[in-house]
């Protein structure tokens, strides 16, 4: 970790209210080294970052998370997202294969939505 003191008129923009999204992750069949990821996807709006923690730790039922806001501002049409917490387990596969970003999201299996 490093710490600086920053200049804050050096920023050019904010999002007041940004989406979240959460990506809840579970290994169907952990005792299996090679088994997949799934992953069950949520957008949150309309809350802050402290209640988007307290709602995934509410609803992660033993499975990690991974916490990100949603970024639409760097190329328009094409949002963006910036970890908060967690780890995606994709990234570890994807450092032992040189997987690309594009790459590592096309992997991903999504679980149905529950409501």
């Given at each position: ?102 790459g590592r999201f096309a992997q ?8």
């Amino acid at each position: 970790m490093w710490v600086h003191g920053v200049d804050p008129r050096n920023t050019r923009w904010e999002v007041l209210h940004p989406a979240y999204r959460v990506y809840f992750w579970q290994q169907p069949h952990p005792e299996n080294p090679h088994s997949i990821w799934i992953s069950d996807e949520w957008e949150i709006g309309d809350a802050d970052v402290d209640e988007v923690l307290n709602w995934a730790r509410d609803n992660a039922a033993g499975r990690r998370f991974v916490v990100y806001v949603r970024i639409d501002t760097v190329r328009p049409g094409e949002p963006g997202l910036v970890r908060l917490l967690g780890t995606d387990p994709l990234d570890e596969l994807s450092e032992n294969m040189s997987t690309s970003l594009e790459g590592r999201f096309a992997q991903r299996v999504r679980l149905p939505v529950r409501r």
